[in-house]
């Protein structure tokens, strides 16, 4: 049936290559355009177009900033900047923001190590934190997810800095094996970091 439609068929291909967008959802999704109208439709892709055109990556912690502008964590003067908490992903830091209980910068990985998946070392932003900590650092909090690959990185982040005089921490207990910062409430993602313990 959908080779009778091509350019439904292309839509659903295109939505195949976007990650953690499950097969069954590219058709609901699909639906959800077909069925609004074309200016709601204009606007999204708008939008899409202008977060590629104005948004970019900041060069020191590697979170997402208006391209113009910069970085609303690494300017901020109220940040402690000899603090820094090392996340996998944007959406991590997005948790940790939530609880306003965090006053130190980020470090955003881009992912965790995984060998299955072909994630090495050099796939990540962590060379650039290793050429931050030689900048005057206290405190490095390793608050990559509660996973393998996780647990991994952190190991890997800690390697480098045991001989260094920079304090290393992880998150406090009570935040689940297996678990996504990203998915947990305010109160225990803020009692992780508040609570933190040695690495």
């Given at each position: 049936?959908?080779?009778?439609?091509?350019?439904?068929?292309?839509?659903?291909?295109?939505?195949?290559?976007?990650?953690?967008?499950?097969?069954?959802?590219?058709?609901?999704?699909?639906?959800?355009?077909?069925?609004?109208?074309?200016?709601?439709?204009?606007?999204?892709?708008?939008?899409?177009?202008?977060?590629?055109?104005?948004?970019?990556?900041?060069?020191?912690?590697?979170?997402?900033?208006?391209?113009?502008?910069?970085?609303?964590?690494?300017?901020?003067?109220?940040?402690?900047?000899?603090?820094?908490?090392?996340?996998?992903?944007?959406?991590?830091?997005?948790?940790?923001?939530?609880?306003?209980?965090?006053l130190g910068v980020y470090h955003v990985l881009g992912g965790a190590i995984s060998p299955l998946?072909?994630?090495?070392?050099?796939?990540?932003?962590?060379?650039?934190?290793e050429l931050r900590c030689k900048q005057g650092i206290d405190e490095i909090i390793l608050a990559?997810?509660?996973?393998?690959?996780?647990?991994?990185?952190?190991?890997?982040?800690?390697?480098?800095?045991?001989?260094?005089?920079?304090?290393?921490?992880?998150?406090?207990?009570?935040?689940?094996?297996?678990?996504?910062?990203?998915?947990?409430?305010?109160?225990?993602?803020?009692?992780?970091?508040?609570?933190?313990?040695?690495?």
């Amino acid at each position: 049936m959908l080779k009778d439609v091509p350019s439904l068929e292309q839509l659903l291909k295109l939505f195949q290559q976007v990650p953690y967008l499950a097969s069954k959802n590219i058709f609901r999704v699909a639906d959800y355009f077909l069925k609004n109208n074309g200016e709601k439709i204009d606007s999204f892709c708008q939008s899409l177009l202008e977060v590629k055109r104005r948004v970019a990556q900041c060069n020191e912690c590697f979170c997402w900033k208006e391209k113009d502008k910069g970085c609303p964590i690494c300017s901020s003067a109220r940040r402690n900047k000899r603090l820094i908490c090392v996340v996998e992903t944007w959406q991590d830091l997005l948790a940790i923001e939530k609880t306003a209980g965090y006053l130190g910068v980020y470090h955003v990985l881009g992912g965790a190590i995984s060998p299955l998946d072909g994630i090495g070392p050099e796939d990540l932003t962590i060379n650039y934190l290793e050429l931050r900590c030689k900048q005057g650092i206290d405190e490095i909090i390793l608050a990559t997810n509660q996973t393998p690959e996780g647990e991994a990185t952190a190991s890997y982040v800690a390697s480098f800095l045991k001989n260094s005089n920079i304090k290393i921490s992880c998150l406090a207990k009570g935040v689940p094996v297996g678990s996504s910062l990203e998915y947990m409430d305010k109160l225990t993602v803020y009692k992780a970091i508040s609570e933190r313990r040695p690495f």
